[in-house]
């Protein structure tokens, strides 16, 4: 199965922007890359994903290395309601396979 | 408005029973996704479905049991082999096709032991 690896956690100012990284060892060229975030308590929340090219959307920027290996989700302009459990995903034939994800914590 | 929709919010099992989640979703998705999620960790997948009257078993599957009868409903028992039910529960719904498989996540249903 697809197999993620995020930092534990991290720290960001608010205002600055917030760098996510993820590995994605195990990516075949097909799958896509889904990013998704987790405020205490609720369900996960649809981020951006993408497949080779960089994304952009009013949430955020999805960068992908060439070789698909990695990826970093930039938030670029972080606020306190930033601050949730990230989650990079990996698409794994026919499901979503979810890691343990990244704490944000934004300070002010 | 069109959502996906978990009940009850909170739920208490005795020992030896059994206990259904509700799972219910207007966004004419076909694929439905059941998750657990245990304190400070990630979400770990139980069972999904990609079409009505069919289902696979996700990485912990055993002690639980699904039915996926109509298109719209796909509720999760959690039965008394179970030993450790206390957890989180996720509903997720999306379209389906790969590619796209945005999931949607329900608001989730707190499950304790008695």
């Known amino acids: 199965d697809a197999k993620t690896t995020q930092p534990p956690s991290m720290d960001c100012a608010e205002g600055r922007a917030a760098n996510l990284p993820c590995n994605h060892s195990?990516?075949?060229?097909?799958?896509?890359v889904y990013w998704y975030r987790q405020i205490h308590s609720q369900g996960p929340q649809y981020i951006i994903h993408g497949l080779k090219n960089n994304e952009t959307n009013e949430m955020a920027s999805l960068i992908i290395t060439e070789d698909r290996k990695s990826s970093t989700l930039i938030l670029p302009h972080a606020t306190l309601r930033d601050t949730a459990v990230y989650y990079c995903?990996?698409?794994?034939?026919?499901?979503?396979?979810f890691g343990t994800g990244t704490r944000l914590q934004v300070f002010p | 408005d069109g959502g996906i929709t978990q009940s009850p919010k909170y739920l208490f099992r005795k020992e030896g029973q059994n206990v259904t989640l509700s799972c219910e979703q207007n966004l004419n998705h076909d694929a439905m996704y059941w998750y657990r999620q245990d304190p400070g960790q990630g979400l770990r997948l139980i069972y999904y479905?990609?079409?009505?009257?069919?289902?696979q078993k996700g990485d912990i599957a055993e002690g639980y049991s699904v039915s996926r009868e109509k298109k719209e409903s796909f509720p999760l028992t959690v039965t008394s082999a179970q030993k450790n039910p206390t957890a989180f529960y996720l509903c997720?719904?999306?379209?389906?096709?790969?590619?796209?498989?945005?999931?949607?996540f329900g608001s989730g249903t707190q499950l304790s032991v008695l």
């Open positions: 195990t990516i075949s060229g097909n799958e896509y």
């Open positions: 479905s990609q079409i009505v009257n069919d289902f």
């Open positions: 997720a719904s999306s379209i389906g096709d790969r590619g796209g498989e945005k999931l949607f």
């Open positions: 995903v990996d698409e794994n034939t026919d499901k979503l396979i």
